[in-house]
T-cell receptor, first 109, second 112 residues
Framework: KNEVEQSPQNLTAQEGEFITINCSYS?????LHWLQQHPGGGIVSLFM???GKKKHGRLIATINIQEKHSSLHITASHPRDSAVYIC???????????FGPGTSLSVIP | EPEVTQTPSHQVTQMGQEVILRCVPI?????FYWYRQILGQKVEFLVS????????KSEIFDDQFSVERPDGSNFTLKIRSTKLEDSAMYFC??????????FGQGTRLTVV
């Protein structure tokens, strides 16, 4: 069983829609990362969470430690948000991150 | 904005040749990592490095792989005798105290 799961695997949305990507993990963690990967391949860190909620612009990430679940929300989605969004778990500080399979998001104008 | 830089961005090599992938982590970071992503698959951990030694390595990181921090700034991944299945995107990452992981833009390795 994969230690980090994501849903949905693929998501197509109309511009302006509110988007939610879900992540569940089976291991104890010190931090949960949300990352973005564009078609060119580079990975950008969006958030690192250990509890609660973080917001950056139109992106919001939440985590429920007890339920081992995290969500990434995008408000007022835009075509430039089209990318693969990856959830990754980190068991202890400075440990490697364990990547989920990614959610491929396509936002249509 | 600090960033991790990787060179080259794309490397094509003949099977059996040695390749060295280079990374410059963020200057005050102490923890360094290599990951790889085979096309269409998820990112996999290769190795972590701290205090000038390997702190953890995956099953993928066999004897053909090695890492080094030769001069206090660069962090390199060497593949001694490349195989076709080594073709992948290789990512370097670094982490500081209490910070998120910073990833490089990756090196796309193509073994022909």
């Amino acid at each position: 069983k994969n230690e980090v799961e994501q849903s949905p695997q693929n998501l197509t949305a109309q511009e302006g829609e509110f988007i939610t990507i879900n992540c569940s993990y089976s291991v104890g963690i010190s931090a949960l990362h949300w990352l973005q990967q564009h078609p060119g391949g580079g990975i950008v860190s969006l958030f690192m969470l250990s509890s609660g909620k973080k917001k950056h612009g139109r992106l919001i990430a939440t985590i429920n430690i007890q339920e081992k679940h995290s969500s990434l929300h995008i408000t007022a989605s835009h075509p430039r948000d089209s990318a693969v969004y990856i959830c990754a778990a980190q068991k202890t500080s400075y440990d490697k991150v364990i990547f989920g399979p990614g959610t491929s998001l396509s936002v249509i104008p | 904005e600090p960033e991790v830089t990787q060179t080259p961005s794309h490397q094509v090599t003949q099977m059996g040749q040695e390749v060295i992938l280079r990374c410059v982590p963020i200057s005050n970071h102490l923890y360094f990592y290599w990951y790889r992503q085979i096309l269409g698959q998820k990112v996999e951990f290769l190795v972590s490095f701290y205090n000038n030694e390997i702190s953890e390595k995956s099953e993928i990181f066999d004897d053909q792989f090695s890492v080094e921090r030769p001069d206090g700034s660069n962090f390199t991944l060497k593949i001694r005798s490349t195989k076709l299945e080594d073709s992948a995107m290789y990512f370097c990452a670094s982490m500081g105290t209490g910070t998120e992981a910073f990833f490089g833009q990756g090196t796309r390795l193509t073994v022909v």
